[in-house]
């Protein structure tokens, strides 16, 4: 059976101490004080010593390794199923759209064979409003996220669910980091949606901004919550934690890793019957390329 690694850096970290209070020991002769010891060479404890105590030191050096690497790979698979989430919703939005475009064009096709041009004139005309009225047009600074955006607007539109967006820094970001902004605004939406969704329709509406101050991004969500008094906003970040049922509450503990790793900050306040989650990202960490 394989040892837990864990215990093994605990045992090596007892270990290593053990070895050094018998060097302390050694040194003040407290050890040749014990006669049934006498046969021991004590001037070549410390070398002994010394070199155990370097073994351990590289065994724990290889064990942290072996521990941040397993760390990484756990994030990754937690991230995973978001990303492939996103990508499903946009390909849906995709097809739709694709659907939705045939049905027109076969209207104005018709409309034009059958010369009824006063028709079409006036369908073309409801069809642009209808455009303008549908799509916002994103301007994040990042394409990724833009999309992101442009599909969260259209999926709760469908659901009869506003999201009100306010874009007031263009961000700028490596790849990597940008993936992860992905993975973090994704998460944060979708839980917004899903929590309006059951409201009255009159309080279905989120509110999302993006602004900056000269050394970091802010990026803050509300929407309106019907357990504004059961909610307690500590709970939330914490591992398997969720309002949702069993089986849930992995995508704000996923939400606070990410910002983390940043060195960013991640506060949920409850403000009246608004529940409000606000991201601050300092600027040069998203610029930064792992």
Not at 1 to 11: D, G, R, S, T
Not at 29 to 34: E, G, P
Not at 99 to 108: C, E, G, K, S, Y
Not at 231 to 248: D, H, V, Y
Request: glycine residues 6%.
């Amino acid at each position: 059976m394989k040892i837990n690694i864990y215990k093994k850096a605990v045992l090596f970290f007892i270990l290593q101490s053990l070895l050094i209070i018998a060097v302390l020991l050694n040194e003040y002769n407290f050890v040749a004080r014990f006669s049934f010891l006498q046969f021991l060479h004590f001037e070549q404890l410390d070398l002994v010593f010394g070199h155990l105590i370097l073994l351990l030191n590289l065994a724990a050096i290889v064990v942290a390794r072996y521990l941040y690497m397993r760390g990484e790979e756990a994030r990754r698979l937690n991230v995973v199923p978001q990303k492939l989430a996103n990508m499903s919703e946009q390909n849906r939005l995709y097809r739709q759209h694709h659907h939705d475009l045939n049905n027109h064009l076969t209207v104005i096709i018709g409309l034009v064979q059958l010369e009824k041009y006063q028709e079409l004139k006036n369908y073309l005309k409801f069809y642009f409003n209808n455009i303008n009225n549908t799509y916002f047009k994103v301007e994040s600074g990042l394409d990724e996220i833009d999309v992101l955006i442009s599909s969260k607007i259209e999926s709760a539109r469908m659901k009869g669910i506003k999201i009100d967006v306010h874009l007031g820094a263009k961000i700028e970001s490596g790849k990597k980091n940008t993936f992860n902004l992905v993975t973090i605004l994704g998460n944060i939406l979708d839980n917004a949606i899903e929590a309006v969704q059951d409201l009255e329709q009159s309080r279905q509406k989120i509110c999302l901004s993006i602004e900056d101050d000269p050394s970091h991004y802010i990026i803050t969500v509300s929407n309106p919550t019907l357990a504004a008094e059961s909610i307690r906003p500590e709970q939330l970040l914490m591992e398997g934690f969720s309002t949702k049922g069993e089986g849930r509450g992995q995508g704000l503990f996923i939400v606070k890793n990410l910002v983390e790793q940043w060195d960013g900050n991640i506060s949920i306040k409850i403000q009246g019957d608004q529940f409000v989650i606000q991201i601050k990202i300092p600027k040069h960490k998203l610029l930064e390329e792992c």
